[in-house]
């Protein structure tokens, strides 16, 4: 059974960071491409960023690209999202998934806010 787990969300001043957690489990973790989507009150849920299984390549959504960094340690079923100079605009229920399936985290909170 495919179980995801985020961590690492929390209440942070705009300009601050955070980095989000996801740890997995009930499949081959190092064989598939990961992902980090978000919802932010009042919207539909969009995506931040992917990384392939290998770890050798990924891609971020314009509002992240160049602030926003997904990685992986495939050895630990682990992977993260560090999130530098927050704005207001990243407030949103980040969730895990694996890419292209419906399998889903239930989620960490991210408030930044002063």
């Known amino acids: 059974q495919v179980h995801l787990v985020e961590s690492g969300g929390g209440l942070v001043q705009p300009g601050g960071s955070l980095e989000l957690s996801c740890v997995a489990s009930g499949f081959t973790f190092s064989s598939k491409d990961m992902a980090w989507y978000r919802q932010a009150p009042g919207k539909e849920r969009e995506f931040v960023a992917m990384?392939?299984?290998?770890?050798?390549?990924?891609d971020l959504a314009d509002s992240v690209r160049g602030r926003f960094i997904i990685s992986r340690y495939n050895h630990q079923n682990k992977m993260k999202l560090t999130m530098p100079r927050l704005t207001p605009e990243d407030t949103a229920v980040y969730y895990c998934?694996?890419?292209?399936?419906?399998?889903w985290g239930q989620g960490t909170q991210v408030t930044v806010s002063s």
């Open positions: 990384i392939a299984a290998a770890g050798d390549f990924v």
């Open positions: 998934n694996v890419w292209g399936e419906n399998y």
